[in-house]
């Protein structure tokens, strides 16, 4: 399967817990963005990454979020000490370069929050 | 004003019908214009980009107005399987790639 991969496709944690989230691009890709879907929400952007560096940050919020996407290995969304209002379809999305072309999504990760 | 606005419908049709969608967007700015599909608790799909002298694929027609900020999708000959929600999706102006979503209209064909 040569699309985007995200793994957990379903992860459960508890309050105050860490989350994270994994994305693989698809091959020949890199550049990767992250987005929330809340409940009877439409896609929100949180952060878009290349290879190493963090090229737009504007959706993520000011606390408890992080996102990586090292030189090695997928990308990663880390939430630190969940909350309840955390609880959400995370989807990662990649493209070949940036700008106009379009994006393509990965299954998503769907995380509940106890 | 929302950044990027639809209907969100239902919009409940028979087989073989023909729908339209029509979404609107506030940042005059944009430059590149996107309808995805999305199914229940699925990840959201491309289904066509969206040109200024408008674009055909298959059974669907997108029409882009850029003087009205309007973007429209046609659906001909509905089947079943049309039945998701579509979403609405423009490019964000001055940024290098992250796209603003509308939050969708929901499409349901009956048989």
Request: with cysteine; glycine share 8%; proline share 6%.
């Amino acid at each position: 399967n040569a699309g985007v991969m995200q793994n957990p496709r379903h992860l459960v944690r508890r309050r105050g817990q860490e989350a994270r989230l994994r994305c693989s691009p698809m091959k020949g890709h890199s550049h990767v963005y992250w987005y929330r879907q809340l409940p009877e929400e439409g896609l929100k952007f949180m952060v878009y990454l290349q290879k190493e560096n963090i090229i737009d940050e504007s959706g993520m919020p000011k606390e408890r979020f992080s996102a990586e996407f090292p030189k090695e290995g997928p990308s990663i969304l880390r939430i630190q000490q969940v909350v309840r209002g955390d609880s959400a379809a995370y989807f990662c999305a990649s493209s070949p370069t940036g700008g106009d072309l379009p994006q393509h999504f990965g299954d998503g990760t769907r995380l509940s929050i106890l | 004003r929302k950044e990027v606005e639809q209907d969100p419908g239902p919009f409940n049709v028979p087989e073989g019908a023909t729908v339209a969608f029509n979404c609107t967007y506030s940042n005059s700015a944009s430059q590149s214009f996107f309808w995805y599909r999305q199914d229940c608790r699925k990840e959201p799909k491309l289904l066509m980009s969206v040109y200024s002298s408008g674009n055909e694929d298959g059974r669907f027609t997108a029409q882009l107005n850029r003087a009205s900020q309007y973007i429209s999708l046609l659906i001909r000959d509905s089947k079943l399987s049309d039945s998701a929600t579509y979403l609405c999706v423009v490019n964000s102006a001055g940024s290098q790639g992250n796209l603003i979503f509308g939050k969708g209209t929901k499409l349901s064909v009956k048989p």
